[in-house]
């Protein structure tokens, strides 16, 4: 390749422009319509359209810029083969790419990768190997095999060329809608963000262009504030397709210099985006498919926009169908159309009863109790709102005028993915114990270690597992500990190398199950 697709010199928006006019996308990938979304857009009050990249041969926009890439090389390289690191949509791509082209294409993916994924990279033509237990391992033996074998390594979106073919989309959304106002973008890596940003901003500098993050996985965020691209010490594992520490060195240069704005959405807001897709479309997005509605859903609200032509990608449809699980309970806390509370009601006969024509007759979703002494009762309660917030916080008032004291919980990440399925009790003596939440990726023998790991050494008070059918598992658990203690569980911990967070402060803890 030439010094310009190696990406050795920093690239102008026109050299990129070329570069976009220029890709041969179209000998495997599809122009995909720009849908719109009439219930959303009536709800919302703008027009809001959909780009279906979930239309494409893989189900992903990463196809344009792997096969871009790949399209690119010599004849020499073509001939040694290309190598690529992933667990998700870019291995796809890369996979039908290649056999496109004739080439050998190997993809090394975690030992954690779910089968279904493992057997569609099959499926298109590419050769797996399986090596590590996450992807940093994945992508270092990768670049040992590139090194050794002469394979030309190829990026998920931190190369020109990869940028080049993700930016083939905002071309299609110009001759789709060439009148739109905003266009929202995804961000993991950044290659679709940057490859949109700089298209959008040498044709139509008018219309803006916002990326959107999940709030626990910003690594765009974090460079912007830093100035530069920063290591994020984890990320949510909900979203996948964006669960990326670093975002690229080019996709950051181009992401700061093209983009209009930026917006973090919540889990929640990302589940009740794939139900709005799948409302106005039938179609089912993976959470990141659907992360850049979320973000055109909470910016419009904030910037209180309204008769503005919005679009937006539906990046990937490579969804764990199991995982829909989550998806569907907690949508209606995304959309502020349910509220969570604990509150302390007396310990009588009929006193549910009164709490209930409290709230003035709105509909319970969930009511959780448990017998715990003669005087006050804690429960756990959903209500359904109509109106978001303001409702939520009118029936706050009026509990607590009513007598009730009470404790917003739906905000409460442990309430609602532990908390919620635990009420019932609390030790019956008090007890040095500290509590943690862990998130692990969910492979055979994974739950199996937390607990060899941690579990033989002390006391365990109290214990949840959840896992809704995504590719990790959620563990909440309690041990006895004394302060002479902490040192070494501490070191167990680095030991188990999890992601883990610290929840003995935690309300809802408090409320229901600590003495």
């Not at 190369?159 to 973008?185: K, R, S």
């Not at 209009?260 to 959405?265: E, I, Q, T």
């Not at 309204?306 to 209606?332: I, M, P, W």
């Amino acid at each position: 390749m030439s010094d310009e697709q190696s990406g050795s010199e920093c690239q102008s928006g026109a050299d990129y422009l070329r570069q976009i006019l220029r890709a041969p996308i179209y000998e495997v990938a599809s122009v995909t319509p720009l849908q719109d979304m009439p219930r959303l857009s009536e709800r919302i009050h703008n027009q809001v359209q959909l780009k279906r990249e979930d239309r494409q041969p893989v189900h992903s926009f990463k196809l344009r810029g792997a096969y871009n890439m790949v399209s690119s090389l010599d004849e020499q390289q073509k001939a040694a083969g290309v190598i690529a690191a992933s667990a998700g949509n870019h291995a796809q791509g890369m996979a039908l790419s290649g056999t496109k082209l004739g080439i050998k294409t190997i993809i090394v993916m975690p030992k954690t990768t779910p089968d279904i994924k493992v057997d569609a990279v099959r499926s298109f033509g590419g050769e797996v190997v399986l090596h590590g237990s996450n992807f940093d391992e994945a992508k270092a033996e990768a670049e040992r095999l590139s090194a050794l074998h002469g394979y030309t390594f190829v990026p998920p979106f931190d190369h020109p060329l990869v940028i080049a073919g993700q930016g083939t989309i905002g071309m299609e959304m110009l001759q789709q809608n060439g009148h739109l106002d905003y266009i929202f973008v995804p961000v993991g890596g950044g290659g679709l963000a940057a490859g949109v940003a700089v298209l959008i901003k040498q044709l139509m500098p008018e219309i803006k262009v916002i990326a959107v993050e999940p709030e626990d996985s910003a690594c765009l965020k974090a460079a912007l504030d830093a100035g530069e691209p920063v290591v994020l010490d984890q990320v949510s594992m909900f979203a996948d397709g964006v669960a990326v520490k670093r975002i690229g060195d080019e996709t950051f240069r181009l992401c700061q210099k093209y983009l209009d704005g930026h917006v973090c959405v919540s889990s929640d807001e990302i589940c009740a985006a794939v139900k709005d897709i799948f409302e106005d479309t039938r179609a089912i997005a993976e959470p990141s498919g659907a992360l850049a509605l979320a973000g055109l859903k909470k910016y419009a609200e904030q910037q209180q926009l309204k008769d503005q032509k919005l679009a937006t990608v539906l990046s990937g449809a490579n969804t764990n169908f199991h995982g829909l699980r989550y998806v569907s309970e907690r949508c209606e806390l995304g959309e502020k159309r349910e509220g969570l509370l604990a509150v302390t009601i007396p310990e009588r006969q009929g006193a549910f009863l009164e709490f209930c024509n409290l709230i003035g007759g709105r509909a319970v979703t969930e009511f959780n109790y448990r017998y715990g002494d003669d005087e006050l009762a804690n429960i756990f309660v959903g209500v359904r709102l109509q109106n978001g917030q303001q409702e939520l916080d009118s029936i706050i008032k009026d509990l607590r005028e009513g007598g009730y004291p009470v404790v917003d919980l739906s905000e409460d990440e442990m309430a609602k993915q532990h908390i919620r399925y635990m009420i019932g009790g609390k030790p019956s003596k008090p007890m040095n114990e500290r509590l943690y939440s862990f998130e692990f990726p969910e492979y055979p023998g994974a739950l199996l270690r937390f607990l060899r790991v941690l579990t033989t050494h002390w006391n365990i008070s109290l214990f949840n597992y959840r896992n809704h059918g995504a590719d990790y598992g959620r563990v909440l658990c309690a041990f006895e500990l004394d302060d002479s203690d902490l040192s070494e569980f501490s070191a167990h911990l680095r030991e188990l190398d999890y992601q883990y967070k610290d929840e003995s402060a935690n309300p809802a803890y408090k409320f229901f199950l600590s003495k």
